[in-house]
């Protein structure tokens, strides 16, 4: 992130504040009418960082002095990560977090604790085939920390914030299923952390009938087609949303459905494709929203389709990726911009590669 960004800027005009001081931290706000220009306040003590990592989700919170992190983006966003945080000046993390082990949500991480110490570490799993899972937990073991599987219904506290765990509440196949799902409150301001749960995830939390209304919804798996059902929004009534994608992803991130929803619920929207970093501060009835960018485009339409050289697909049944371990059919959008050394042609049963571990593609379904 440059230097002198809107986030280092508090008075900014850039810098927005929202108001959903009608709220409790039992419910969630009503979308407002507009923004208003205001310089951060001195006790908006609380804040979440949504670090642009291109496609994969990160993000920092920091309350009353204590840090966490929520995923790290992928394997090579990790010096991205490391800077970030010594920018910010973030030798502790009281929680480091990775929803599930998918490389662009845990694969980061590792330069979160090349530079930050760490007391507690939570992940979806405890074990897994893929190197950045392995690399995680090689930099754990270096600190002397294990990974703990939270469930449904625990309770962690980030300085005078409350971390609530609305999942998981069972163990599902589909890894993205897995992922670890909070609330965390600070005072009447509330901000739900979806990681990559999908359909029937969403579904569990709603049939559990936990609180999930929120006034900051991080939108599940990037704004992919299979998350963000028009009931899961609906229940969870957020006044602001944050779509984290990169610019001209490989899997057309976030669709148009998932935008056309938020859009029917007035939520204001930010992507970091679009944004940069996001960084949201509370003063626990105040949100104040400062993005690295202002938004250029329209944030409720998606990517334009990416088009394909017929004489590129490759001519095999799947293309596996080697690094996120998800297989696709040749002709999907993904396999254009898959590099060379991650891509694997495989000619068999689609039977086969999932008993070996890998994940269809959730975009061409192959």
Known sequence: MPEE???DLPGDPSSESIDPSSETSES?????DEF???AIPEDANFVVHFIDVGQGDAALIVCDGE???IDGGSSDKSELIYSYLKKNDITNLKYIVATHPDDDHIGGLSGALNFATVERAFCSVKEYEGWAFENFLKYLTKQNVTIEIPSAGMTLSLGSAEITVLAPIDTLE???NNSIVLRIVYGSTSFLFTGDAEFSKESVILNSGQDIRSDVLKVGHHGSEYSSSATFLKEVSPSVA???????NDYGFPKQRVL???KKLEVHLFRTDLCGDILIYSDGETLYISPEKALSDDPFVAPPPQEIDPATIPDCDFVVNKSSRKFHLPTCEAVAKMSEKNKWCYNGDRD???EEGYEPCQMCNP
Not at 28 to 32: C, D, L
Not at 242 to 248: D, L
């Open 242 to 248: 944050i779509i984290s994608c990169g610019a001209n």
């Open 67 to 69: 840090a966490m992190m």
């Open 260 to 262: 056309d929803s938020l």
């Open 5 to 7: 960004s809107s986030s």
């Open 174 to 176: 589909e890894v993205n």
């Open 28 to 32: 969630s706000s009503e979308p407002v």
């Open 36 to 38: 208003s220009s205001a």
């Open 352 to 354: 086969t590669l999932i």
